[in-house]
């Protein structure tokens, strides 16, 4: 299914919003590492990581933009859902299929 998904640029965003928000939650969870237990070491790669998928998140929602032609209010709808814990997944559902 992964192939599938792979061979369009609206599958390669699904993935990566996916990823993206997981990579989101998951900062949420190093971040009490770093500030309860003194562990800074995850919350930096799990930083790293949130912020190249972040940014690749921002190039794939502007190709399949213009490639699927989407209207205004859908372009801020997927970036707004990348500031919004969960917010990837729900998008998935609402606007990228």
């Excluded at 990581?49 to 699927?68: E, K, N, P, R």
Aim: include cysteine; proline fraction near 3%; hydrophobic fraction near 55%.
């Amino acid at each position: 299914m992964v192939n599938n998904l792979l061979k369009t640029a609206l599958g390669r965003l699904r993935i990566v919003a996916f990823l993206e928000g997981c990579s989101y939650l998951l900062l949420g969870f190093t971040m009490i590492l770093k500030y309860k237990y003194g562990m800074p070491q995850p919350n930096y790669v799990v930083g790293l990581a949130h912020g190249i998928l972040f940014v690749l998140y921002v190039v794939l929602v502007l190709q399949v933009s213009f490639i699927h032609r989407w209207n205004f209010t859908k372009i801020v709808g997927a970036f707004l859902a990348s500031l919004i814990p969960f917010g990837t997944f729900y998008a998935d559902k609402a606007l990228f299929r």
